[in-house]
T-cell receptor, first 111, second 115 residues
Framework: SQTIHQWPATLVQPVGSPLSLECTVE??????LYWYRQAAGRGLQLLFY??????ISSEVPQNLSASRPQDRQFILSSKKLLLSDSGFYLC??????????FGQGTRLTVV | AQSVTQPDIHITVSEGASLELRCNYS??????LFWYVQSPGQGLQLLLK??????LVQGIKGFEAEFKRSQSSFNLRKPSVHWSDAAEYFC?????????????FGSGTQLTVLP
């Protein structure tokens, strides 16, 4: 069966520090991968999506970047975190059958 | 462009009472519609989905939703709420075609259940 792993679950980082959140998927090939963010008091916002290795599309200009070095690995990064980067980050994958599967999420607090 | 509106930011109901969470969507063709639930400290879990066919869909945990094309709505219902249903609920619409599947989410409805 397919599973999605996302880590860490919680993270507290100082302003200006780098960020790396990792997401891996098992049990499927060539999935579409997504990074979402849920800011406090707001809904989910799609940040990045990828249809294949090295193919990244950005939905919202921001202080973050994404990479897909392997078929089932999706990484969210930042060189210098801002306070406004705090939020709940969710990785997800889907196939052409539409349903999306979400990871457990990472609660990021920038202090 | 597709969009989803959840007009209720926060709803409070008593345990055992009925529940209806509203969702309105905007999409040019037949939409794929979803309801997800996010419990504290957890990721999103799919409650139910509508692709085609019967407009009343049954989901997990006793939830159901009805697709009403004329009203562009996909409201979530439960006849009797349990304390464990307290969570945030997201309605989403998906594109019917294309190489990259993207979900557009509503802003969510926070459900509080009173004892």
């Amino acid at each position: 069966s397919q599973t999605i792993h996302q880590w860490p679950a919680t993270l507290v980082q100082p302003v200006g520090s780098p960020l790396s959140l990792e997401c891996t998927v098992e049990g499927t090939s060539n999935p579409n991968l997504y990074w979402y963010r849920q800011a406090a008091g707001r809904g989910l916002q799609l940040l990045f999506y990828s249809v294949g290795i090295g193919q990244i599309s950005s939905e919202v200009p921001q202080n973050l970047s994404a990479s897909r070095p392997q078929d089932r690995q999706f990484i969210l990064s930042s060189k210098k975190l801002l306070l406004s980067d705090s939020g709940f980050y969710l990785c997800a994958w889907s196939t052409n059958r539409q349903r999306a599967f979400f990871g457990q999420g990472t609660r990021l607090t920038v202090v | 462009a597709q969009s989803v509106t959840q007009p209720d930011i926060h709803i409070t109901v008593s345990e055992g009472a009925s529940l209806e969470l509203r969702c309105n969507y905007s999409y040019g063709a037949t939409p794929y519609l979803f309801w997800y639930v996010q419990s504290p400290g957890q990721g999103l879990q799919l409650l139910l989905k509508y692709f085609s066919g019967d407009t009343l869909v049954q989901g997990i945990k006793g939830f159901e939703a009805e697709f009403k094309r004329s009203q562009s709505s996909f409201n979530l219902r439960k006849p009797s709420v349990h304390w464990s249903d307290a969570a945030e609920y997201f309605c989403a619409v998906g594109a019917s075609s294309g190489s990259a599947r993207q979900l557009t989410f509503g802003s969510g409805t926070q459900l509080t259940v009173l004892p």
